[in-house]
């Protein structure tokens, strides 16, 4: 018996589980995982379906169902590794885009990998046959209807957006980010939008050492006027877990994390209101720099702040 999570229309978490095969209530959705394997040569992993599954013997992508307790990340990492014994750490997948339909939101990844077809293990009942496929290749299958259709539609509508990602990941191995009291989970991975002045960012979940989560960070990797006004670190300890100076651990995770990128230094901001975590910033070991003004084009502006607090960490 699988079971998933389940989530509202706004993906949160319903707090119960869902039967792989059952009717679905109303409003309720899960969560899926698509991974676009894609090699140096600019080609596609495919794998065809087995013929005693839906669309039999048509050729799609490696995804599946996030199973309950997991992130789509974590099953992206199981997904391959089930169907085509690719072996891969969490930082190397980047999530690209997400699609909405019907009862469920599917998170779409890309892994960049170069393995020969003969390495491919794949699983006996999932799958009958792999190739590597040019995006003329995979055009040529829909087009004949000897691809799934559904996973034809969204290759249409995103194999632009794959076609700008960069030819290597900007992320490095987050294994090591813990401590004695928590760890920093990997949720997702977000490459550079430089027309929005956005850089190559981490998202994490902050956890207790059995796996609970307490709160939520982020790192973003680079330096440019946006970062100075919004800062390389965000933060938030949910309710039940303040007090402990959890912020400020994860902070220092986060801090050795920025370190593998060379950064030199990193900026967080506040509003001035926010003494909770100008005190974070403090224990951190930040020096306060200045009050700024955010500007209007900045969508902090557009949630209503006019001002944060800037603070600089030496690295």
Known sequence: ???????????????????????????????????????????????????????????????????????????????????TGIVAKEHEFTLFT????????????????????????LQPDEAVDARWATEEDI???????????????????????????????????????RTDEIFLRLVRTCEAKPEKQWVPAYHFEICLLDGTKIGICDLRIGHNDKLYVGGNIGYGIDEPYRGHHYAAKACELLFAQARKHDLGYVIITCVPTNDASARTCELA??????????????????????????YRFEL
């Open 98 to 121: 997400t699609y909405q339909r019907k009862n469920y939101f599917q998170d779409i990844y890309l892994l960049r990998r170069d393995v020969d077809i003969e390495d491919i293990v």
């Open 139 to 177: 055009l040529a299958l829909i087009a004949n209807q000897e691809f799934v259709y559904s996973l034809g539609q969204r290759f249409e509508m995103y194999r632009d957006t794959v076609r700008q990602l960069p030819e290597q990941s900007s992320f490095h191995d987050v294994s090591d980010l």
């Open 1 to 83: 018996m699988e079971l998933w999570d389940l989530f509202d229309s706004e993906r949160k978490p319903l707090g119960r589980t869902h039967v792989r095969g059952e009717a679905f209530g109303e409003g309720e959705y899960y969560v899926c995982v698509e991974v676009w394997i894609r090699n140096s040569k600019g080609e596609f992993l495919i794998t065809k379906r087995h013929p005693a599954k839906k669309a039999g013997n048509q050729w799609e992508f490696v995804g599946g169902g996030t199973l309950a307790g997991e992130t789509t990340l974590q099953s992206a990492v199981r997904e391959i590794a089930e169907e």
């Open 285 to 310: 070991g930040g020096t306060y720099l200045e009050t700024v003004d955010i500007p209007e084009d900045n969508e902090m502006y557009a949630e209503g702040k006019r001002q944060v607090k800037v």
